[in-house]
């Protein structure tokens, strides 16, 4: 017996429950806790509408009954809206110090004689590696309609595909047993990084499009990018 073919809408309505579920994932990773009963369906509805899957799709899980949050600073355990809120100014206040720390760093780091040299004495005073990846994960948790990292992007956030991106660069250079030359090359990339990030989250209207398009190809292009010293000097002992 033929396998009856998925209908448009179901497909669609897997897709965004997937998605969904996913954001939810990313979400509990940062201490956020979610009464699933009262977020995802136990069972696919008999009858799939285009407005039941925009409700998926727009679903604002840090509001839903159950949703807490876990004030690391305080030890107290808050709503997930008042935890939204929280994570959004400790992101502002993190920021901030990178670029004070990185300032700092400028102006006591010696010039080496050789990168080679630089590269394995280099000890990053922040991570800047650690704050990509949370930068990332705050947009694929902020996933709304209005912005377009999301509506652009097929109804799945493009912030999972540049996830995927520097997770797999990442993994070159781990091995490599290159981490400090990884670190070293995002923290020389941070600007445009950062710059780009910001047009990717925050990009709403149409207009905006073609600067979106264009932060997110350099994102593509630096993360994709950075040749590994380590292995350079491994070929040219050889």
């Known amino acids: 017996m033929m396998k009856k073919k998925k209908t448009l ?7 965004a429950l997937k998605n969904l579920k996913r954001r939810i994932k990313a ?11 009262e977020i995802i369906p136990s069972e696919n509805p008999k009858r799939i509408t285009k407005k039941r899957i925009e409700n ?24 997930g ?10 992101s502002a206040k993190k920021a901030a110090q990178t670029r004070k720390l990185k300032e700092q760093q400028k102006t006591r780091q ?3 004689k050789s990168s080679r040299t630089k ?31 999301f509506r652009s992007s097929g109804d799945e956030n493009s912030a999972i595909k540049l996830k995927e ?12 047993n290159a ?21 990717v989250m925050y990009a709403s209207k149409q207009e905006e499009l073609y600067n979106y398009n264009n932060s997110y190809s350099k994102l593509m292009l630096i993360f994709n990018g950075g040749e590994i010293p380590a292995l350079n000097d491994i070929a040219g002992d050889d």
């Open 9 to 15: 809408n179901q497909l669609e309505y897997e897709k």
């Open 81 to 90: 809206k008042v935890g939204r809120t929280l994570e959004r100014k400790a």
């Open 179 to 199: 981490m400090s030359d990884f670190e070293e090359y995002i923290e020389k990339n941070a600007d445009s990084i950062n710059a780009a990030l910001d047009v």
């Open 110 to 112: 010696p010039k080496s």
């Open 165 to 176: 991106i520097f997770e797999r660069t990442k993994q070159r250079y781990v091995n490599a």
């Open 119 to 149: 590269s394995k004495d280099y000890i990053p005073i922040y991570s800047a590696i650690e704050s990509v990846e949370n930068r990332l994960d705050e947009i694929i948790a902020e996933n709304n309609w209005r912005y377009l990292h």
């Open 56 to 79: 998926i799709r727009k679903l604002d899980i840090y509001a839903q009954k159950g949703t807490t949050y876990l004030d690391e600073e305080t030890g107290k355990v808050v709503s």
């Open 27 to 37: 979400a509990e990773k940062r201490g956020f806790r979610f009464d699933k009963s």
